[in-house]
Structures are given as structure tokens and as C-alpha cells.
């Protein structure tokens, strides 16, 4: 399973957000198929929105966890029934994950100093 810093999870965190679900995994579960399908879009797009149709926090959890570890991916965030996974594609490489940008040669920007930039 890859492993992301905190300023590369935000960075594709604000990507995801303006993205709709592209796989569903529904009341029978994670099965090979929907692997199949969370592979094949992982290839295609580099980051992807997931939508599990289970009530249990823990069980979401669980597939999120299933599903990084078996295609080697990472796990993005986690907000109610929508899972963001990110795997890179050397041969698409279809995003840029950003630095933070620095200030005067210190360190990072804060939120708000980023926010007043623009």
C-alpha cells in the first residue's frame, strides 16, 4: 500500500472533490469484479471516488483498506459512504501532485496565508 504525505493527501483531496463516483460496490461487497473495475479506472483516471452501499462505518473502512493493499494504492479520505483511493500511473501520469509552496525560504504556508494569496 502506498504511502502519501499530508500535504500530497490534501493536495488530492481538493482534486477529488469536484469528482463524481465512477465504481459502486453494492450489497454483495468487495468482489473480484468490482476489483476489476476499481483496477481498470485506477489505470485510467490516477484518482477515483468510490461509493460503498454498507451502513457499517467499520466495513467501509475494511474495503477501503482491502482495496489499497490489493491493487497498491493509497487511501485518500473517507467521508461517509465515498472512498478516494490514488494511484499513480508512470505511463499517464495524469496528475501533478504539488509542493507546498514556501514562504521566503522558510517554512510551508499556512492555510490562511495560502488562502489571502488569490
Known amino acids: 500500500?502506498?504511502?502519501?504525505?499530508?500535504?500530497?493527501?490534501?493536495?488530492?483531496?481538493?482534486r477529488a472533490?469536484?469528482?463524481s463516483p465512477v465504481v459502486m460496490i453494492g450489497n454483495a461487497g468487495l468482489t473480484e469484479a468490482v476489483?476489476?473495475?476499481i483496477a481498470a479506472s485506477l489505470k485510467t483516471h490516477e484518482l477515483?471516488?468510490?461509493k460503498v452501499m454498507s451502513?457499517?462505518?467499520a466495513q467501509r473502512e475494511a474495503m477501503l483498506e482491502a482495496v489499497c493493499a490489493r491493487l497498491d494504492a493509497a487511501p485518500v479520505q473517507h467521508i461517509?459512504?465515498?472512498l478516494v483511493v490514488y494511484?499513480?500511473?508512470p505511463d499517464a501520469h495524469k496528475i501533478e501532485i504539488k509542493k507546498?509552496?514556501?514562504?521566503?525560504?522558510k517554512k510551508p504556508l499556512s492555510k490562511k496565508q495560502l488562502g489571502n494569496r488569490g
Open 87 to 89: 494511484q499513480p500511473n
Open 17 to 19: 472533490h469536484a469528482l
Open 80 to 82: 461517509g459512504k465515498i
Open 48 to 50: 477515483i471516488k468510490i
Open 100 to 105: 507546498m509552496p514556501r514562504h521566503k525560504g
Open 55 to 57: 451502513d457499517e462505518r
Open 35 to 37: 476489483l476489476k473495475e
Open 1 to 14: 500500500m502506498l504511502s502519501l504525505t499530508v500535504s500530497e493527501r490534501r493536495d488530492l483531496k481538493a
